[in-house]
């Protein structure tokens, strides 16, 4: 009688679909693709910003101008009897192309610190 064994190897198999970590790298992880980690990590820096910008203008206030300038057409009213003071108004104002005129605001802001018992307020 003749007996043939065959021999192979055998592999062993895992799931390709599981991954094994440990309690550390899951809570990394976690942390990592947290949305809301990410928000409160970027509520902070604003208020840590906003606390070395009080800190900075504990002695000098913050000054700042803005100013805006422009070429803008003048505008003509058809309502009889209304003055330029009035246009407002008027829902129907129209642009007079022939009348230009010259825009310009500007704006000054001055932010003083106020100390209250060792807390600044700015306003």
Do not use: C
């Not at 820096?45 to 206030?61: C, F, G, Y």
């Not at 104002?93 to 310009?104: G, K, Q, R, S, Y």
């Amino acid at each position: 009688m003749l007996s043939v064994s065959i021999v192979a190897p055998v592999q062993q198999v895992f799931s390709q679909d599981t991954l094994s970590i440990n309690l550390q790298e899951f809570i990394e992880k976690g942390i990592a693709a947290s949305g809301q980690v990410a928000y409160e990590r970027g509520a902070t820096e604003l208020a840590d910003n906003r606390v070395e910008m009080a800190k900075s203008q504990r002695i000098l206030p913050s000054i700042n101008l803005n100013t805006q300038h422009g070429v803008v057409p003048g505008v003509v009213s058809q309502v009889p009897g209304l003055s330029e003071g009035q246009y407002y108004l008027d829902p129907n104002l129209e642009n007079d192309w022939e009348d230009w005129a010259v825009f310009t605001r500007a704006e000054l802001n001055a932010v003083q610190p106020i100390f209250s018992w060792g807390a600044i307020i700015v306003l």
